[in-house]
């Protein structure tokens, strides 16, 4: 049977990265065994669920290509559902009204806590008559749960883990205003969605025990279980925003690629061999539950970094385009125009060897971007002598006619030096300043030819003096 799996982020925030990794598990294990990834929006915190946060996790998904399979599953609107079940678990005797005050509550913990004892629900209304019903006092439901033996669940990640029904208390399912508690909530919408394993983080571990004991209550068979360990910070510490906890729309608004990001949360916690770029295909060929390891995993940005680079100089030339534009429209304030941009495409083949981020690619390409005559960074100014001008001046006339292509123009340039009895070098470090405005950029050649004739002998007239400014 294939398997129906979920991602039921809470919208009380963004779709964090942890959360990124859990949908990115689920997806691959149901792409993997040609089953189905189902979305569920657990919103029944309503005081602290907002459209904008379901919004965010929707686009996050979204761009992170993860596509779930048929509708979007509210739990807020299958409240009625979950009532439903609480009633039925009291009717199977499975449940009971409990009809202790808060300020019961808090004293019996009070009491245990002096003595000792454990402070969970000391079941006080468990066996107690109907008849002593407080009519004044508006129930909650509780599960009755079993006292004897233990609970067990097959982890598919963590193994076999075993808690005593001693140490679990009656929780509530149904709370005095009729509202469903998390716990039922999640066994409803599982068991009604048909999912038959629950891949999730391993902080859910203790719930998996009671949810298991309400599948029992109900008759229902538990899904399988596989919970993940969370991701921690480099330091080993639970991950916090200082360490990268952030949205996955701050990874995309920091000039990740989705490709890349995906790769390097696949790699976080789950393993093959010594193989550390796995493009989509082959993940989905690879991923199952059990390479994932037991450990919590560390977030490195230097990691996400140098993979991000790779994925950079595999991608088309038009897509970092498109998404280096708007970062270079930031830097330089103003439009690019269509020239402009061209000339930056033509370019790309140079710029993206060495980016890791599409603004550090954007940061690259700034200098063909600028209008004449371009800025020039101090030490470049440095190389302008006067001797070097003049020479710029007769190396412009000289190229004027050439084929502009990269060999006839390194020929010129080796001619130029050898007919001016100066070394290479003399000459190549106020060419790169005059067209660079920097001591440092892609080879002269290469930004001749992006530049374009007309652009790059201005540069250079400008550099020697002689040209007529725009």
């Given at each position: 049977?294939?398997?129906?799996?979920?991602?039921?982020?809470?919208?009380?925030?963004?779709?964090?990265?942890?959360?990124?990794?859990?949908?990115?598990?689920?997806?691959?294990?149901?792409?993997?065994?040609?089953?189905?990834?189902?979305?569920r929006?657990?919103?029944t915190?309503?005081?602290?669920?907002?459209?904008e946060?379901?919004?965010?996790?929707?686009?996050?998904?979204?761009?992170l290509?993860?596509?779930?399979?048929?509708?979007?599953?509210?739990?807020?609107?299958?409240?009625?559902?979950?009532?439903?079940?609480?009633?039925?678990?009291?009717?199977?005797?499975?449940?009971?009204y409990?009809?202790?005050?808060?300020?019961?509550?808090?004293?019996?913990?009070?009491k245990a806590?002096?003595?000792?004892?454990?402070?969970?629900?000391?079941?006080?209304w468990?066996?107690?008559?109907?008849?002593?019903?407080?009519?004044?006092v508006?129930?909650?439901?509780?599960?009755?749960?079993?006292?004897?033996?233990?609970?067990?669940?097959?982890?598919?990640?963590?193994?076999?883990?075993?808690?005593?029904?001693?140490?679990?208390?009656?929780?509530?399912?149904?709370?005095?205003?009729?509202?469903?508690?998390?716990?039922?909530?999640?066994?409803?919408?599982?068991?009604?969605?048909?999912?038959?394993?629950?891949?999730?983080?391993?902080?859910?571990?203790?719930?998996?025990?009671?949810?298991?004991?309400?599948?029992?209550?109900?008759?229902?068979?538990?899904?399988?279980?596989?919970?993940?360990?969370?991701?921690?910070?480099?330091?080993?510490?639970?991950?916090?925003?200082?360490?990268?906890?952030?949205?996955?729309?701050?990874?995309?608004?920091?000039?990740?690629?989705?490709?890349?990001?995906?790769?390097?949360?696949?790699?976080?916690?789950?393993?093959?061999?010594?193989?550390?770029?796995?493009?989509?295909?082959?993940?989905?060929?690879?991923?199952d539950?059990?390479?994932?390891?037991?450990?919590?995993?560390?977030?490195?940005?230097?990691?996400?970094?140098?993979?991000?680079?790779h994925?950079?100089?595999?991608?088309?030339?038009?897509?970092?385009?498109?998404?280096?534009?708007?970062?270079?429209?930031?830097?330089?304030?103003?439009?690019?125009?269509?020239?402009?941009?061209?000339?930056?495409?033509?370019?790309?083949?140079?710029?993206?060897?060495?980016?890791?981020?599409?603004?550090?690619?954007?940061?690259?390409?700034?200098?063909?971007?600028?209008?004449?005559?371009?800025?020039?960074?101090?030490?470049?100014?440095?190389?302008?002598?006067?001797?070097?001008?003049?020479?710029?001046?007769?190396?412009?006339r000289?190229?004027?006619?050439?084929?502009?292509?990269?060999?006839?123009?390194?020929?010129?340039?080796?001619?130029?030096?050898e007919?001016?009895?100066?070394?290479?070098?003399?000459?190549?470090?106020?060419?790169?300043a005059?067209?660079?405005?920097s001591?440092?950029?892609?080879?002269?050649?290469?930004?001749?030819?992006?530049?374009?004739?007309?652009?790059?002998?201005?540069?250079?007239?400008?550099?020697?003096?002689?040209?007529?400014?725009?």
């Amino acid at each position: 049977m294939a398997p129906i799996v979920r991602f039921a982020p809470s919208p009380t925030g963004f779709l964090h990265i942890g959360g990124a990794r859990t949908a990115l598990f689920n997806w691959l294990f149901a792409r993997h065994h040609g089953g189905t990834f189902k979305l569920r929006i657990e919103d029944t915190d309503r005081a602290r669920s907002t459209k904008e946060a379901i919004a965010a996790i929707l686009e996050g998904l979204s761009w992170l290509g993860l596509p779930w399979d048929g509708d979007v599953v509210m739990q807020s609107e299958r409240a009625e559902r979950h009532a439903e079940v609480a009633r039925d678990l009291l009717a199977r005797g499975r449940a009971y009204y409990c009809y202790a005050t808060p300020e019961e509550l808090t004293a019996m913990r009070e009491k245990a806590r002096a003595e000792g004892r454990s402070i969970l629900y000391d079941g006080a209304w468990r066996d107690r008559d109907p008849s002593e019903a407080r009519l004044n006092v508006p129930p909650v439901i509780r599960l009755k749960a079993e006292r004897e033996g233990e609970t067990v669940i097959e982890d598919q990640v963590q193994g076999k883990v075993t808690v005593a029904n001693s140490q679990m208390d009656d929780l509530i399912i149904l709370r005095a205003d009729g509202t469903p508690t998390y716990n039922l909530s999640v066994v409803v919408d599982d068991h009604d969605m048909a999912i038959t394993h629950v891949i999730r983080g391993d902080d859910h571990l203790t719930n998996a025990f009671r949810q298991t004991q309400i599948y029992r209550g109900m008759g229902w068979e538990p899904p399988n279980f596989a919970h993940i360990p969370l991701i921690h910070g480099p330091d080993g510490a639970k991950l916090s925003k200082r360490h990268g906890a952030l949205g996955v729309e701050a990874y995309r608004d920091m000039g990740y690629l989705p490709e890349a990001l995906r790769n390097y949360l696949l790699r976080l916690g789950w393993g093959h061999g010594d193989d550390e770029i796995i493009g989509t295909e082959q993940a989905i060929q690879w991923f199952d539950l059990d390479a994932v390891g037991r450990a919590p995993a560390r977030f490195d940005f230097a990691k996400l970094e140098n993979l991000n680079g790779h994925y950079i100089r595999e991608t088309g030339d038009e897509r970092l385009l498109a998404l280096a534009l708007p970062e270079l429209e930031k830097l330089l304030g103003r439009a690019v125009t269509r020239e402009v941009a061209a000339r930056i495409e033509t370019a790309m083949p140079i710029l993206k060897p060495r980016a890791k981020t599409i603004p550090e690619l954007a940061a690259r390409a700034r200098f063909l971007a600028e209008s004449r005559p371009i800025p020039m960074e101090p030490k470049a100014q440095d190389l302008l002598t006067p001797e070097a001008r003049e020479r710029l001046g007769r190396f412009a006339r000289e190229i004027a006619g050439t084929d502009w292509a990269v060999e006839p123009l390194e020929t010129a340039l080796r001619v130029f030096v050898e007919a001016e009895g100066v070394k290479l070098g003399v000459m190549a470090q106020p060419l790169r300043a005059a067209l660079s405005g920097s001591t440092a950029s892609p080879g002269i050649f290469e930004v001749m030819i992006a530049l374009g004739r007309e652009e790059t002998l201005g540069r250079i007239g400008d550099a020697a003096g002689t040209a007529p400014h725009h």
